[in-house]
C-alpha cells in the first residue's frame, strides 16, 4: 500500500504560493466588472467577464515580496490569536482550566459520547446562528486537555470543534456573514428556506458526530491508532492531582462566562469583530489576573508566553493570505471563477446543482472568506441557476454547503490554521482524519442538492 505524506504545513503553503504563480502565467488575466449595490456592498455584475489586453506578468520575487503584504492583510487575525494566546496563558496560570477540567473528569469520565455530541452541537449552533468561528479560538486549550484527559487526543478535540463549526456553517439558519449576505444578493427573502436546512441538520450532523465518535472510541481502546501518537503533547496536570473548584476559580468562571455572552450580545446587536473581541479578552485577561493574585511581573510573563507559543501559527495564517493574494495581484482569480463557472450551465438542472456545490467547494480554497466568497460567487451563479431552471434558493444551498463544509479542510482557511496551530496538530495529521469525512459529506449534500431541484426548493 503506498502511503501518501503531506510535507509540513509551511512547505504545503510554499508550494501552493508556486502553483497560483505558475497559475498567473498560465492563464489568461480577466476581470469582471463590480458595482456597489443599495446597502453599500461590492459585488460582481452578472456576465461582465472581460480578458485584459495586457497580462501582468509576476516575477519569482512575488513569492517573497506577497508574503509580508499577506502578514500585514491578516493582520486582524493574527493579532487576536496572539493575544488569545497571551490571555489563555494567564487563565492557564491561574489553575481555573485545571480545576473546570478535573470536574468535567468526573461527570464524563464514562460518558465520551455525550461529551462529544453536546461539543459538537454547541458548536454547530452557535455558528449556524450567528457565524461564529474566530472566537472558539478561546476554548481550544480546554477542549484539548479535557480530551486527552479522558484517554483520548487532539485530533478528537478537534473533531468537536472544527466538525461542529463546519456543519453549522454549511447548514447555517441565520448566519449574517454567509447566508444573510448570499440571499440578499440572490434577491430572496431573508433567512429563507429554513424548513429544508432544518431538515438536512439531522443527516449531515449523524454523519459528522458517528465519524468523531467512532476514532474516539477506536483511541481510547488503542492509544496507538491516534493519528498523532508519535507528537509528545505539552504536558498536563496528572488527573490525580488537578485542584478543587475553589471561590476564585469560580469568579474566573464566571468573568469567563459572562465574557462569552457580551460576546454573543456585541456581534448580533454591534456587529462586534475582532478589535472588539480583542479588547474583551484582554480586559478578561486583567480581571483573572488579578482575582487570582497574580503578581503584574508575573502576569506580564505568561502573557508573553502564551503569545509566543502562537508565533507559528501566526505565521501560517499570513502564509495562507498569501495563496489568494498572488492570484488577486496576477488579476487572474476573476478568470478561474468565470471557467469553473461554465460546467454548471452546460449540465442539467439536477446535475448542475451538484457542479455547483462542487465549484463552490473548490473556489473555498481560492477564498475561504465566507463573505468574500459570496460577494464574488453569488453574482455570477444567480444568473446561471436561472437560466438553468435551479433556483435562486438552491444556488444558497450550494454556496453555503461548499463554503462551510470546506472550512474544516481548506489550508488557506486562517480560523481552521489557527486552531490546528493551538492544538499542535499538524496540518497533515488533520487532512488524514478528515479528508474521508469531506467526501461523505459533499456526497450526502450532492444528493440533498438532487432533491432540492426536484422538490422545487424556495
Not at 348 to 371: K, T, Y
Amino acid at each position: 500500500m503506498i502511503k501518501i505524506k503531506i510535507p509540513h504545513t509551511l512547505v504545503l503553503m510554499m508550494y501552493l504560493m508556486v502553483g497560483a504563480l505558475i497559475l498567473t502565467w498560465l492563464i489568461p488575466a480577466g476581470e469582471f466588472e463590480r458595482t456597489v449595490n443599495d446597502i453599500g456592498q461590492t459585488v460582481v455584475s452578472a456576465g461582465s467577464y472581460t480578458q485584459l489586453e495586457e497580462q501582468p506578468l509576476l516575477n519569482p520575487l512575488t513569492l517573497f515580496t506577497v508574503i509580508p503584504q499577506a502578514l500585514a492583510d491578516a493582520s486582524g487575525v493574527i493579532f487576536f490569536v496572539l493575544l488569545i494566546g497571551g490571555v489563555m496563558g494567564i487563565l492557564r496560570a491561574t489553575g481555573m482550566l485545571d480545576a473546570v477540567i478535573g470536574l468535567l473528569l468526573q461527570r464524563f469520565a464514562d460518558k465520551t459520547g455525550w461529551l462529544i455530541f453536546g461539543g459538537m452541537l454547541t458548536f454547530g449552533i452557535f455558528s449556524a446562528l450567528i457565524g461564529v468561528a474566530e472566537e472558539y479560538l478561546i476554548f481550544v486549550a480546554m477542549l484539548v486537555a479535557l480530551c486527552r484527559a479522558l484517554k483520548l487526543d487532539g485530533i478528537t478535540a478537534m473533531g468537536i470543534l472544527i466538525v461542529g463549526y463546519g456543519i453549522g456553517y454549511g447548514l447555517s439558519l441565520f448566519n449574517p456573514f454567509t447566508l444573510l449576505i448570499a440571499q440578499s444578493i440572490a434577491e430572496v427573502p431573508p433567512a429563507s428556506g429554513l424548513w429544508y436546512r432544518l431538515v438536512l441538520w439531522v443527516p449531515i450532523f449523524a454523519i459528522g458526530f458517528h465519524h468523531v465518535y467512532r476514532y474516539a472510541k477506536k483511541v481510547a481502546a488503542d492509544p496507538s491508532q491516534s493519528l498523532v501518537a508519535d507528537i509528545t503533547p505539552p504536558e498536563l496536570t496528572d488527573t490525580k492531582t488537578y485542584p478543587q473548584l475553589n471561590g476564585r476559580h469560580k469568579l474566573i468562571l464566571l468573568g469567563f462566562v459572562a465574557v462569552l455572552v457580551l460576546l454573543v450580545y456585541g456581534i448580533v446587536a454591534h456587529g462586534w469583530y475582532l478589535i472588539e473581541l480583542s479588547a474583551l479578552f484582554l480586559g478578561f485577561g486583567l480581571f483573572a489576573a488579578l482575582v487570582s493574585r497574580m503578581g503584574s511581573d508575573s502576569a506580564a510573563q505568561r502573557f508573553i508566553e502564551g503569545a509566543s507559543e502562537l508565533t507559528a501559527t501566526a505565521l501560517l495564517i499570513g502564509f495562507a493570505r498569501s495563496i489568494a493574494m498572488i492570484l488577486e495581484q496576477g488579476q487572474v482569480l476573476d478568470t478561474v471563477i468565470y471557467y469553473m463557472a461554465m460546467p454548471v450551465e452546460a449540465f442539467g438542472a439536477h446535475f448542475g446543482a451538484v457542479s455547483m456545490l462542487i465549484i463552490q467547494s473548490m473556489l473555498n480554497l481560492f477564498i475561504p472568506s465566507g463573505s468574500g466568497q459570496a460577494f464574488v460567487t453569488m453574482p455570477i451563479m444567480v444568473p446561471i441557476a436561472d437560466t438553468a431552471g435551479i433556483g435562486r434558493q438552491v444556488a444558497v444551498l450550494a454556496f453555503q454547503m461548499g463554503d462551510g463544509l470546506m472550512n474544516m479542510i481548506v489550508p488557506t482557511n486562517p480560523v481552521l490554521m489557527g486552531i490546528l496551530g493551538l492544538a499542535g496538530v499538524p496540518y497533515e495529521r488533520w487532512f488524514k482524519f478528515v479528508a474521508p469525512l469531506l467526501v461523505k459529506l459533499l456526497f450526502a449534500c450532492a444528493i440533498a442538492m438532487v432533491i432540492a431541484v426536484s422538490i422545487g426548493y424556495s
